[in-house]
């Protein structure tokens, strides 16, 4: 009886909530391995999350991890190239060196085998294609975050201090990135500030100042400690 391949998969989003999720990735995957008679076990399925695509693969860390399984399995399956390569360089120089190991290379969105000369030239062109969608991604991002900018608007999460005024009207956010000022929260980041500056002109330590806003009971945004660190970032980002 001939035995069967030895399979690993890898599964890559950048957020848990992508369209194509790691739950929907695998299921993918699974189908695929046992439609074509693959050994695949749940430890060989390698599930990376947050981490970009861009990032040469053999530079991730379950990138790697993948690589290691597939030292000792047969084929590496992906459920479409740009779950695995967003750095076309990359795609066309890591997968002919597996290849070259023996090992086969699957991505499921390609159907056709990337170890023919066909298969490389569809290959090349997707992930020049993956690669490009995510510069295109990237310049709109900067686009949106700079026109928030000349608007006034902030960006990130809201800073100790402030709160934000955002509202909804007809399902539709008003004020999006507009703060309003809390009195009380900027007294504490002018206390920390003024006990930062001893009387001879010297720094005091961030950690002295935050042992004493715990003896004092004074509350941080969160309900946390305040730590030395936490009063740094509320003098310099207004957030604790």
């Keep these: 009886m001939e035995q069967k391949k030895r399979a690993v998969a890898y599964v890559r989003v950048s957020t848990a909530k992508q369209e194509l999720s790691p739950e929907a990735q695998k299921e993918r995957l699974r189908q695929f391995a046992a439609f074509s008679d693959y050994d695949l076990p749940e430890d060989r399925i390698v599930v ?58 699957t991505f499921l969105d390609l159907g056709i085998s990337v170890a023919t000369p066909t298969g490389k030239m569809v290959m090349g062109m997707l992930a020049v294609q993956a690669e490009w969608e995510l510069d295109i991604i990237s310049e709109r991002t900067k686009e949106c975050l ?7 608007k902030r960006i990130g999460g809201v800073p100790y201090g402030s709160r934000p005024t955002a509202t909804f009207v007809n399902d539709r956010k008003v004020n999006g990135g507009v703060w309003a000022i809390v009195p009380e929260e900027q007294t504490v980041i002018e206390r920390i500030r003024s006990l930062r500056v001893k009387p001879d002109g010297s720094k005091r330590p961030y950690r002295d100042i935050a042992a004493q806003l715990e003896v004092d009971q004074v509350p941080t945004l969160r309900g946390g400690r305040w730590s030395g660190e936490v009063c740094r970032r509320v003098v310099m980002r207004g957030e604790a």
Excluded: H, S, W, Y
């Design 48 to 105: 990376d999350i947050a981490t970009c695509g861009r990032m040469r693969f053999e530079d991730r860390e379950l990138g790697r991890k993948a690589l290691a399984l597939l030292a000792d399995a047969d084929v590496i399956i992906f459920a479409k190239l740009a779950r695995a390569f967003r750095n076309a360089a990359d795609a066309l120089t890591l997968v002919p060196k597996l290849i070259r190991q023996k090992k086969d290379v």
């Design 146 to 152: 700079d026109e928030a900018k000349r608007q006034g």
